[in-house]
């Protein structure tokens, strides 16, 4: 049997691959962030209210 290789790509072809995989990325972190900051957020109102209440 013989083997194939992937066949080589233009480097244009590659940047815009690379591009497209940074982006996506991006995005999913973005979302993190805002969901992790979201979450912070609530954290440091419960706190907020629970030393409220403390007093």
Same mark, same amino acid.
Do not use: A, C, D
């Given at each position: 049997? @013989?083997?194939?290789?992937?066949? &080589?790509?233009?480097?244009? &072809?590659?940047?815009?691959?690379? *591009?497209?995989?940074? =982006? &996506?990325? *991006? !995005?999913?972190? @973005?979302? @993190?962030?805002? &969901?992790? =900051? =979201?979450?912070? *957020?609530?954290?440091?109102?419960?706190? !907020?209210?629970? =030393? @409220?209440? !403390?007093?």
């Amino acid at each position: 049997m @013989k083997r194939t290789y992937p066949t &080589e790509i233009e480097h244009t &072809e590659w940047m815009r691959r690379q *591009n497209y995989f940074l =982006e &996506e990325q *991006n !995005k999913t972190l @973005k979302k @993190k962030l805002l &969901e992790s =900051e =979201e979450y912070i *957020n609530i954290l440091v109102e419960k706190l !907020k209210s629970f =030393e @409220k209440g !403390k007093i």
